[in-house]
């Protein structure tokens, strides 16, 4: 089999990340692979030596140690047997960055990184939006955002910086509704 063809996903916390890949999914018959909830599954399995890490982690918006979320990722692509996946918050910071290359950056085709572009104002609005409709996440609430924001800010977009100069990504401006979001993102999928 061929290497598996990647699409990073990158965009702030409520920028539609997941909503996005489920259509995706649905269309273009990618795997969809979150980081974030790999590391919650991770977090709640019976007698992970990692969960008190994660979730400290994950309340305070900072960002997981790469060894941990690189072979979370590697053990999902080498279960599904399948060769195209959506990678969804994931590299979020230069570690991440670095680790993937170290370790599966030889084995992957990266094609695009998709970049969905969304005012704070409009992304906290969906969390807490989230949060109160029962999404059960123990970041979705302020004090966790703001902290999300600030490592969103401070290590994420270097990294989509980095892709950029490189020209792997395609921006989409995400502040509109779900299905204005995916025609565009169609339009990027298609030009593949
Ligand atoms: O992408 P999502 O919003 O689900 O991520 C939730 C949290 O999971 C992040 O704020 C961070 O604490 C953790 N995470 C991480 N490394 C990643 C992706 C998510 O540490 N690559
Ligand atoms: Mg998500």
């Known amino acids: 089999m061929s290497k598996p063809n990647i699409l990073f996903v990158l965009g702030g916390p409520g920028a539609g990340k997941g909503t996005q890949c489920a259509k995706i999914v649905e269309n273009f018959g990618y795997v969809h692979l979150s980081a974030g909830d790999l590391l919650r599954e991770e977090r709640k399995a019976p007698g992970s030596q990692f969960g008190e890490l994660i979730e400290h982690h994950i ?14 990722l590697e053990r999902a692509m080498n ?20 680790g993937w290359n170290r370790v599966m950056g030889e084995k992957v085709n990266l094609k695009k990184v998709l970049f969905f572009h969304c005012s704070q104002e409009v992304c906290t609005e969906r969390c807490l939006a989230r949060g109160a409709a029962g999404s059960g996440r123990t970041d979705d609430n302020e004090e966790s955002l703001r902290k999300r924001f600030v490592t969103y800010e401070n290590a994420t977009m270097p990294i989509i910086k980095y892709y950029e100069e490189k020209g792997f990504v395609a921006q989409i401006d995400a502040t509109k509704t779900p299905e204005e979001v995916y025609s565009d993102v169609e339009a990027v999928l298609k030009s593949l």
């Open 59 to 72: 309340t305070n918006g900072t960002i997981v140690p790469v060894e941990i979320t690189c072979s979370l």
């Open 79 to 98: 279960k599904s047997e399948k060769n195209d996946f959506l990678i969804d918050g994931f590299p979020r910071n230069e570690d991440n960055l670095s």
